[in-house]
């Protein structure tokens, strides 16, 4: 038995560190190297190395694995080593010997930041007052002290004293402006103007004398409000708002009370033309479309071929007018279909002369260069950061916290791809960066700061939530706003500093919408584009389009991290914090990851909500426009470097199964409701092929009595769910 013991105990013998806890003696040839080993470092006065790596690592893996395996069962003899506590103490002592303190791997393996070469360009800029005031109009004495002590304006913007002129005299127009300059007003004051002037005095039973549709719910409110104020002089006017997510049986009853001026989207009126037997379009003397490119861009082309259509078969005088920030071909085309012999209002063309009344010709739409430039307001700074996939959610909570924590009076709204990347990034910030007093929570920092509050606003919200969001944040003075696009068009929201982009608009045309949240009449703001590494030509679109950009460096904002020290890395022993240098900076935006990473990994439910935030960031990454493609490509994505800016550790494996099983979930929901008529009309429409009378599951038992394609559609959905 001894000798079959010392046999095996020199199979481990590549592994001469471990062997001090065995309790046998040694081998005399082990025993005389150990003692020439200590002999020879002890007079060259140098240290012994603290591991040394053993030849059975150099193995590949499967040769490892056997011969260990081999040796566990030729004896018990081995199962006293440990070799998992000994590599880890060798391991600890190494780490104890290095000056340095070990960094994630955050900042390991990332894509160099580029150059950006950003050409210098003219950008086009707009005067947003001029020195005419109200008073000078020919208009109601009542309404120029409502503008003044209300609204409290006295000096016109531009794009009022050349539209408002021309709209008094009746004339339709196609009015561009740059965002914020008061288009609202621009018609809103003539058409009170004008309904206050009739010689018989409007009654409320007439029904709609002026029709506004605006292409999202949030403006319908707003331009609401604005013609409240303007109406409080002229109380026989009743002006009424229809939109989504409302009850249909309250905006019935309003209907035949009576509506003088209707605001409204156009699904919702839609909804009621084909519904609401009380409401008709004989009395309409204006029809007003705000917003009309985005109008066309959410797909309401169909639905305003049917207003036109209900109005023009009770109505044929009246004035039409089109406004848009960004004058597209789409607005053209629909500028052929509804306006009649129109003026061009363009703010920024300084040639325009007002008199000259020049005619927009409908044959020839305008393209190319005159659609590539767009004005930007001169109170306007424009900035852009390069930031790797890796480091996006801490740069973008630093930025957070530079401005909202440390600077006073600063307001905020961060635009994202789509509704779960708002719900996700809204609850990981509420849950870590907003904590409370006592001790902190797994996944909290230990001194969160509540000075600022964050907000949601997006289109999967109920309609109620909505609009408490909206005038939550149009009140306050302070605060995050995390939103989609369903803000970026025409929302005045006051006191906006800062408008951060942390996704990248699909076109040009957007991202002047967002940064035209601030810098509002005159006033001053900025903006801050986040771009990845691969996305950095996106610069040089910009700058095609008239778009300057200054760029603010990584590290800059990431610097922020030093003046809290809930961001401080604990240390142990003796070790010292370092100066406040890149690696301290690095260490601090560790300590934020790890926060951030601790929250998501608390939970499976928080997990499961990372991952589809990264399946739908994946989606609409995909949906960028093929001319932007180059750009913006999902090749060009590392998917483990995304999933670690939605603090995931690893990049998940299934999520193609997410998407399918999300898939037939919506399906089967859609189904239904088409089944028990609860689907919008549009939905429904395009579902059902004519007009459907009977439940769906009618036409599954009984697919005889229905038409073939109808049928042929349903069995394929089935198949489609399982």
């Not at 961060?414 to 960066?433: A, D, K, M, R």
Request: hydrophobic fraction near 35%; include cysteine.
């Amino acid at each position: 038995m001894a000798a079959t013991d010392r046999v095996l105990l020199h199979v481990p013998e590549p592994r001469a560190a471990v062997p001090r806890t065995f309790s046998r003696p040694r081998p005399a040839l082990a025993r005389r190297q150990a003692e020439a080993t200590k002999r020879r470092y002890h007079e060259s006065s140098e240290a012994p190395p603290a591991k040394r790596r053993s030849k059975a690592s150099c193995l590949p893996a499967k040769k490892t694995a056997a011969k260990e395996t081999q040796g566990t069962f030729q004896g018990k003899a081995l199962k006293t080593f440990s070799p998992k506590k000994s590599s880890a103490g060798g391991s600890n002592r190494n780490q104890e010997r290095k000056p340095g303190i070990k960094t994630s791997s955050l900042f390991k393996n990332n894509p160099e930041i580029p150059e950006l070469h950003r050409p210098v360009v003219k950008q086009v800029q707009e005067k947003v007052f001029t020195s005419d005031a109200f008073h000078e109009l020919d208009l109601h004495p009542h309404l120029i002290s409502t503008i003044n002590s209300v609204l409290k304006m006295s000096s016109m913007t531009s794009v009022q004293k050349q539209s408002i002129p021309v709209l008094l005299e009746g004339r339709d127009a196609l009015v561009r402006s740059q965002t914020g300059s008061g288009k609202t007003l621009a018609y809103c004051i003539p058409v009170v103007q004008s309904l206050q002037a009739m010689e018989s005095k409007i009654q409320r039973a007439d029904g709609p004398y002026a029709l506004i549709l605006v292409p999202t719910r949030e403006l319908a409110l707003q331009s609401f409000e604005t013609v409240q104020k303007l109406l409080k002089p002229f109380t026989w006017i009743v002006p009424g708002v229809l939109m989504g997510g409302e009850k249909r049986k309250s905006e019935k009853a309003r209907l035949r009370k009576g509506i003088n001026i209707l605001i409204s989207t156009p699904g919702r009126l839609v909804d009621h033309i084909k519904s609401t037997k009380n409401i008709h379009f004989s009395q309409i003397r204006w029809l007003i479309l705000d917003e009309a490119d985005r109008i066309l861009d959410l797909g309401f082309e169909k639905d305003i071929t049917v207003i036109l259509n209900a109005v023009n078969a009770e109505c044929q005088g009246r004035q039409n007018v089109l406004l848009s920030a960004t004058l597209t071909e789409g607005v053209t085309r629909l500028a052929d279909i509804s306006l009649h012999n129109p003026v061009s209002i363009s703010v920024p063309d300084e040639s325009y002369d007002p008199k000259s009344r020049a005619v927009l010709e409908a044959s020839a739409p305008r393209t190319g260069s005159e659609l590539d430039s767009f004005a930007i307001p001169a109170g306007l700074d424009q900035h852009v950061t390069v930031v790797p996939s890796k480091l996006r959610l801490v740069s973008l909570a630093a930025f957070i916290l530079q401005k909202c924590k440390f600077e006073r009076d600063q307001k905020m709204v961060v635009f994202f791809l789509s509704c779960e990347l708002v719900e996700f990034h809204y609850n990981l910030f509420l849950q870590t960066l907003l904590g409370g007093s006592g001790a902190p929570a797994p996944g909290r920092l230990p001194s969160a700061s509540t000075q600022f509050g964050f907000l949601r606003l997006h289109g999967d919200m109920e309609q109620e939530e909505r609009t408490a969001v909206f005038q939550e944040f149009s009140r306050s003075k302070t605060g995050v706003l995390l939103c989609t696009d369903v803000a970026a068009r025409g929302l005045d929201l006051p006191q906006v500093t800062w408008i951060v982009q942390y996704n990248a608009p699909a076109s040009p045309a957007e991202y002047i919408h967002r940064i035209g949240r601030t810098a509002r009449i005159g006033c001053r703001g900025s903006s801050l584009l986040i771009l990845a590494p691969s996305e950095a030509e996106y610069v040089n679109s910009l700058a095609s389009h008239k778009i300057n950009v200054s760029e603010i460096k990584m590290e800059d904002i990431l610097s922020v991290l030093t003046k809290d020290d809930c961001f401080k890395r604990s240390r142990r022993g003796n070790q010292k914090s370092h100066a406040v240098g890149p690696q301290e900076i690095r260490e601090r935006a560790t300590v934020l990851q790890t926060v951030f990473e601790d929250y998501v990994h608390s939970s499976e439910r928080t997990v499961s909500g990372a991952k589809k935030a990264l399946q739908s960031f994946i989606r609409a990454y995909a949906a960028y426009p093929r001319e932007l493609k180059h750009i913006f490509h999902v090749r060009f994505l590392h998917l483990g470097h995304v999933a670690k800016s939605f603090g995931l550790r690893d990049a998940p494996k299934n999520l193609s199964a997410l998407s399918v099983k999300k898939k037939k979930a919506n399906l089967k929901s859609t189904l239904v409701n088409v089944c028990h008529g609860v689907g919008s009309p549009g939905l429904r429409s395009r579902l059902l092929p004519g007009r459907v009378t009977q439940p769906l599951c009618t036409s599954v038992l009984s697919p005889v009595k229905w038409e073939r394609s109808w049928c042929l559609k349903v069995s394929r959905v089935f198949r489609c769910v399982g």
